[in-house]
């Protein structure tokens, strides 16, 4: 078949004299293959008339090329949609992905944020919690101190009372010893006044006895 299909496509280009080599190169390359498998086909089939077969059978395989490029140029382009929109879910998934890690990272710094946030709080609370029990401290150290100060001043008040009861004491012992001493000079005025109360008496008593001594000496003397 092939060598017969040879033979034919040589026969025709040898009764066809082509005015350029140009012209035999182009018509070898459109319509050679074409015809020889149309003149193939005219040999196998025996046709009561080769030319209108040839021309119908040119015409439709020129259909089916064309449709056979049409489906092929479809296939083609499906395969590319295909691919292209593979492509497209692949950029998209891609995104989406880089989205999703976004979103986590995002999540993550804000879930961080939120933890450091809350360890902030917490400080600050144990901080004022440090804060108010060294204010209580501090509040419980003044009134300490304020209650000493209190006690020392009570200590001192009692001690100056002490003291002023000691100075009182002596004062009322001095003064006692001074009434004392002034009872033991009253005491020693009146014995001595009564001593010379005694002695006054005791001369007026003596005073009697003394004239009449007296008298006596007198009348002795006038006698002698």
């Known amino acids: ?14 009764t066809f004299q082509f005015p350029a ?15 020889a498998k149309g003149l193939a086909e005219v040999v196998d089939r025996c046709p009561p008339d080769p030319i ?49 890690e976004k979103e986590e990272q995002k999540a993550e710094k804000e879930e961080q944020e939120a933890e450091k946030e809350k360890e902030a709080e917490k400080e600050e609370k144990a901080a004022e919690k440090e804060e108010k029990a ?16 209190k006690e020392e001043q009570k200590a001192e008040k009692e001690e100056q009372e ?24 009253e005491k020693e005025a009146q014995k001595e006044e009564q001593e010379e109360k005694k002695e006054e008496q005791e001369a007026k008593k003596e005073e009697p006895e003394l004239q009449t001594a007296v008298k006596e000496t007198g009348e002795t003397q006038g006698d002698v």
């Open 52 to 100: 209108e077969y040839l021309a119908l059978w040119m015409k439709q395989y020129h259909i089916n090329i064309t449709e056979r490029s049409r489906r092929a140029m479809e296939k083609l382009e499906i395969e590319k949609q295909q691919v292209e929109a593979e492509k497209t879910l692949q950029i998209q998934e891609i995104q989406e992905e880089h989205e999703a």
């Open 1 to 14: 078949m092939a060598g017969l299909m040879c033979s034919q496509v040589a026969l025709f280009t040898a």
């Open 21 to 35: 080599v140009m012209e035999s190169e182009y018509l070898k390359k459109q319509v050679g293959d074409c015809l």
């Open 162 to 185: 002490a003291e002023k009861e000691e100075h009182e004491a002596q004062k009322e012992e001095k003064e006692a010893q001074k009434e004392e001493k002034e009872a033991e000079k």
């Open 134 to 149: 060294a204010e209580k401290e501090e509040k419980a150290e003044e009134k300490e101190e304020q209650k000493a100060e």
